[in-house]
C-alpha cells in the first residue's frame, strides 16, 4: 500500500488525469468577484461545485467540493513559490 500513495495520499487524490481535469475546469470557471456561477440548467452554483462536477464528467472519479478548495490552496502556493524561484533566476 505504501507503494502507491505517499505519507498523505495526495499522489493518489490528484493523479495526472484528474490534475489535468482541475486545470482545464480552473480555465473554464475562473475566479471572479462573484461567488456563483450560473450554469447551462439556468441554476447558480458555487465554483468549487463546478469544478467537481467538471472532474466527475471528465474523469468519472469524483473529488467533493470541500478537496477542490483544498487544492486550489495548495496549488496557489505552488504557483507562488513557482513564480518565485523564476524571477530569483532572471
Known amino acids: 500500500m505504501d507503494d502507491i ?7 493518489e487524490i490528484w493523479s495526472p488525469e484528474v490534475e ?11 475566479s471572479l468577484s ?7 440548467d439556468g441554476k447558480l452554483y458555487n465554483r468549487n ?11 468519472r472519479k469524483i473529488r467533493t467540493p470541500k478537496q477542490i478548495a483544498s487544492h486550489i490552496q495548495v ?3 505552488k504557483q507562488l ?3 518565485s524561484i ?3 533566476f532572471e
Open 75 to 77: 496549488w496557489k502556493k
Open 81 to 83: 513559490k513557482s513564480e
Open 86 to 88: 523564476q524571477v530569483r
Open 20 to 30: 489535468e481535469a482541475f486545470l482545464e475546469a480552473l480555465i473554464l470557471f475562473p
Open 49 to 59: 461545485f463546478l469544478i467537481s462536477s467538471y472532474i466527475k464528467k471528465k474523469t
Open 34 to 40: 462573484r461567488s456563483k456561477f450560473k450554469n447551462q
Open 5 to 11: 500513495l505517499n505519507c498523505d495520499g495526495a499522489d
